[in-house]
């Protein structure tokens, strides 16, 4: 009886100290105009209002959840009222906290930035927040804190519409070829990492400033094709424009699924008629189409964008941007970011997809 004993304990100490965690893995993919999430369609079976909401991507614009600031000179423009100072680590580990509450109110998505977005409103002032140096090599402490976003979306069932190039940091690029090795580097390194829950999103609003031509409208669809054939079509691939209008013919034949923004759109009826317009376009085949940003909210009024996108079976993505005269630091944008559901119009944009997900 005590060899038997001492034997079992051996075999438990054995297997405990061989076992290896191995995270869940969260895949995407689409059918037609719909979403699959492990090879299941999205909020299955769900109808409101009289609209399908089975196979939308219903998401939100996150850009800032692995921001840093390089550039020593403006860093405290970013830095905690409560700790006097800018912590990047802080940033991201407070964003992979909120992502739990995000989806439990039904949101299966989120746009993050390999660049960011404007973190004090549009433009750009001098900051430095890229993942890529000068020649294109990705960034170890950048890539730290994207895996564990990564890590966590994978957990919770989530997708991730990775952004590439935002204008205003393009240009820490030293060239066009810097550009391509970013685009390879990138792409290799997802898939060594064998994530299979991103959507590319090549540059966030091709049609703005960007000084090099190869993410300009004319030729942006070199780099779709590029991360197609480098990931033989694992990977699903587009790019935006800016809000209010429509991509080209050549974009929306080249990508995987078609991106818009509604931001400045403030009649509901636009969103509606952005919708139509692609379908109609000559180049346009079954694929989804999908809002990543808008500003747009009135999410209490009998119309808003948000409906309209529904009505339309297009998916709809929340853009948090903060007004002249509010306080910046309410929004999900603005640097430094309450990643918490904390704001009056965040209640009001997650109670409303909670209200459509059924979640």
Same mark, same amino acid.
């Given at each position: 009886?005590?060899?038997?004993?001492?034997?079992? +304990?051996?075999?438990?100490?054995?297997?405990?100290?061989?076992?290896?965690?191995?995270?869940?893995?969260?895949? *995407?993919?689409?059918?037609?105009?719909?979403?699959?999430?492990?090879?299941?369609?999205?909020?299955?079976?769900?109808?409101?209002?009289?609209?399908?909401?089975?196979?939308?991507?219903?998401?939100?614009?996150?850009?800032? =959840? +692995?921001?840093? #600031?390089?550039?020593?000179?403006?860093?405290?423009?970013?830095?905690?009222? &409560?700790?006097?100072?800018?912590?990047? %680590?802080?940033?991201?580990?407070?964003?992979?906290?909120?992502?739990?509450?995000?989806?439990?109110?039904?949101?299966?998505?989120?746009?993050?930035?390999?660049?960011? =977005?404007?973190?004090?409103?549009?433009?750009?002032?001098?900051?430095?927040? @890229?993942?890529?140096?000068?020649?294109?090599?990705?960034?170890?402490?950048?890539?730290?804190?994207? /895996?564990?976003?990564?890590?966590?979306?994978?957990?919770?069932?989530?997708?991730?519409?990775?952004?590439?190039?935002?204008? !205003?940091? #393009?240009?820490?690029?030293? &060239?066009?070829?810097?550009?391509?090795?970013? *685009? #390879?580097?990138?792409?290799?390194?997802?898939?060594?990492?064998?994530?299979?829950?991103?959507?590319? $999103?090549?540059?966030?609003?091709?049609?703005?400033?960007?000084?090099?031509?190869?993410? %300009?409208?004319?030729?942006?669809?070199?780099?779709?094709?590029? *991360? %197609? &054939? +480098?990931? !033989?079509?694992?990977?699903?691939?587009?790019?935006?424009?800016?809000?209010?209008?429509?991509?080209?013919? $050549?974009? +929306?034949?080249?990508?995987?699924?078609?991106?818009?923004?509604?931001?400045?759109?403030?009649?509901?009826?636009?969103?509606?008629?952005?919708?139509?317009?692609?379908? %109609?376009?000559?180049?346009?085949?079954?694929?989804?189409?999908?809002?990543?940003?808008? &500003?747009?909210?009135?999410?209490?009024?009998?119309?808003?964008?948000?409906?309209?996108?529904?009505?339309?079976?297009?998916?709809?993505?929340?853009?948090?941007?903060?007004?002249?005269?509010?306080?910046?630091?309410?929004?999900?944008?603005?640097?430094?970011?309450?990643?918490?559901? @904390?704001?009056?119009?965040?209640?009001?944009?997650?109670?409303?997809?909670? /209200?459509?997900?059924?979640?």
């Amino acid at each position: 009886m005590k060899y038997t004993f001492t034997i079992v +304990i051996l075999l438990s100490t054995i297997c405990l100290c061989s076992y290896t965690y191995i995270p869940k893995t969260t895949s *995407v993919s689409i059918h037609g105009e719909q979403f699959y999430i492990n090879n299941q369609i999205t909020y299955k079976n769900r109808h409101w209002k009289g609209n399908k909401i089975e196979g939308l991507l219903l998401n939100s614009r996150m850009v800032q =959840g +692995i921001f840093d #600031d390089l550039n020593n000179d403006t860093r405290d423009n970013f830095k905690y009222q &409560d700790s006097d100072k800018w912590d990047a %680590q802080r940033n991201t580990t407070e964003f992979v906290n909120a992502m739990e509450d995000w989806k439990a109110h039904g949101l299966l998505s989120f746009t993050l930035n390999l660049q960011g =977005g404007s973190p004090l409103g549009y433009g750009n002032h001098g900051w430095i927040n @890229s993942t890529f140096d000068s020649l294109g090599n990705l960034r170890e402490d950048y890539l730290n804190r994207l /895996e564990k976003i990564l890590n966590k979306s994978n957990e919770l069932g989530m997708v991730v519409i990775l952004g590439y190039f935002y204008f !205003g940091q #393009d240009e820490q690029l030293k &060239d066009e070829q810097a550009v391509v090795n970013a *685009v #390879d580097n990138i792409t290799n390194w997802i898939l060594e990492k064998s994530y299979k829950n991103i959507l590319i $999103e090549i540059n966030n609003e091709c049609d703005i400033k960007y000084d090099h031509a190869i993410l %300009q409208p004319q030729r942006v669809a070199e780099l779709i094709k590029r *991360v %197609q &054939d +480098i990931s !033989g079509h694992k990977l699903l691939v587009s790019t935006s424009y800016s809000g209010n209008k429509i991509p080209s013919s $050549e974009i +929306i034949a080249s990508s995987d699924f078609v991106l818009l923004h509604g931001n400045g759109v403030k009649d509901p009826e636009r969103i509606k008629e952005m919708v139509a317009l692609v379908r %109609q376009s000559e180049s346009y085949s079954a694929k989804p189409i999908l809002f990543n940003e808008d &500003d747009h909210f009135d999410f209490d009024k009998e119309s808003y964008n948000f409906l309209s996108a529904t009505e339309s079976y297009a998916s709809w993505g929340y853009f948090d941007f903060i007004m002249k005269g509010e306080d910046y630091t309410a929004g999900f944008q603005s640097v430094p970011v309450n990643w918490t559901i @904390s704001s009056d119009r965040k209640k009001a944009f997650f109670n409303k997809l909670k /209200e459509i997900t059924g979640y």
